[in-house]
């Protein structure tokens, strides 16, 4: 991957872009700031590209990738933006190096693409990410392949491939779109995966194969304790809003509290905030948002009214349009306390009203060029 030259700028002036090998594919989209929501609207899976025209190893991967596109049509779109032209994009994006790719799965960024920059992995790798349900894995190869592909991933170790437990793991996949399940009747690819292969089965693991860290299930195999237990090894105390969250975060019916601060030299209440969060797992929805001098930041801290000093802390259930706000010091005691009145439907009285008098929040509609939905 090529970094960004700190004087990129001025050298992409002096460069013709339409020498740029993708420029007239019409398998890869060329999406820009006007089209890119309009386009993951109307594309469950995309996979983008984030280019610079000038840089070698993009325009070494423009011929394979337009293969992959060829060999994916009519199951996924290829797309690709020019990060030096879009540059919105690409700061929405995080893109810090050239090509960088990303699938989207309903508008929502999902997964990175670090493999073989050929047209068959690529394929391989998007129709692997595309599969719904759960993965057999019956061969040591298969196993080895899965721990290099996989960031994070979920492994049940059954008596058979099929049958009721199965089932119940397959019904969890598809509440868990942004982890992948894998299921094994292997005792040595258990043990790959760090289970004990002498487990009473079936068993399950949730690891993290880059930290490597790990979680064993306790519970009893169904459904719904399965769906417990992954989401909270799975998902922070703490949501940090990002484009990437904001239909996680909206979509979840749970009361919520939000925290508008700064990263730095808001650090004792953020911390205050995190330490608090975990006393309430399944219980309230704790989001931080890192404010900054410009950005999508803004603009939700303008949709709940919020202006002037921070950090901030408020309370919000979807569809109210009161929205209290935790006066006083804010330390782990008294987030504790605005949350569980917060809970309890104590907190009307203590309602800050807010210099907007009804809350804009996102609706699932077509998404907007901000990386989330329209408000309305």
């Not at 050239?98 to 309903?106: I, K, Q």
């Not at 195999?221 to 090894?233: D, G, N, P, Q, Y």
């Not at 009361?255 to 601060?261: G, I, M, P, S």
């Not at 901030?312 to 009161?322: F, G, N, P, W």
Request: proline share 5%.
């Amino acid at each position: 991957m090529y970094l960004l030259p700190a004087n990129a700028d001025s050298v992409v002036k002096h460069l013709d872009h339409s020498t740029w090998p993708l420029r007239y594919d019409e398998d890869v989209a060329a999406l820009t700031e006007t089209n890119f929501s309009d386009f993951m609207a109307k594309n469950k899976y995309v996979m983008v590209m984030f280019y610079a025209p000038w840089c070698y190893w993009s325009k070494k991967l423009a011929p394979e990738y337009a293969a992959a596109a060829n060999m994916l049509k009519g199951e996924a779109a290829l797309a690709m933006v020019d990060s030096v032209v879009d540059k919105g994009l690409a700061r929405k994006n995080k893109i810090h190096g050239y090509p960088t790719m990303y699938l989207f799965v309903n508008g929502i960024r999902h997964n990175s693409y670090k493999l073989t920059r050929t047209r068959d992995a690529i394929t391989t790798w998007v129709k692997r990410k595309m599969a719904v349900g759960v993965h057999n894995i019956t061969t040591m190869d298969e196993a080895i392949y899965t721990l290099t592909v996989e960031a994070e991933l979920v492994l049940g170790f059954l008596d058979s491939l099929e049958g009721p437990e199965s089932e119940e793991l397959a019904a969890v996949s598809k509440l868990h779109s942004d982890i992948e399940f894998y299921q094994t009747a292997r005792a040595d690819v258990a043990e790959l995966f760090h289970i004990n292969p002498n487990i009473k089965r079936p068993a399950l693991i949730l690891l993290q194969t880059v930290s490597k860290k790990f979680a064993i299930f306790n519970g009893q195999f169904t459904r719904l304790a399965i769906v417990e237990f992954v989401s909270k090894i799975n998902h922070p105390p703490v949501i940090t809003f990002t484009t990437e969250t904001a239909g996680q975060i909206f979509q979840n019916p749970m009361k919520q509290l939000w925290l508008f601060a700064p990263k730095y030299g808001s650090e004792n209440v953020i911390s205050a905030f995190e330490e608090a969060a975990v006393a309430f797992r399944e219980k309230l929805l704790f989001v931080h948002v890192e404010m900054h001098l410009e950005g999508v930041e803004n603009h939700i801290a303008h949709e709940f009214g919020i202006t002037g000093d921070f950090p901030r802390i408020i309370a919000y259930t979807k569809h109210d349009a009161e929205k209290p706000e935790l006066n006083g010091e804010m330390t782990i005691s008294s987030i504790k306390s605005f949350g569980e009145d917060f809970l309890e439907g104590k907190l009307l009285s203590q309602t800050v009203h807010i210099s907007e008098p009804v809350l804009k929040l996102p609706s699932f509609g077509a998404s907007s060029q901000l990386g989330f939905p329209h408000v309305y």
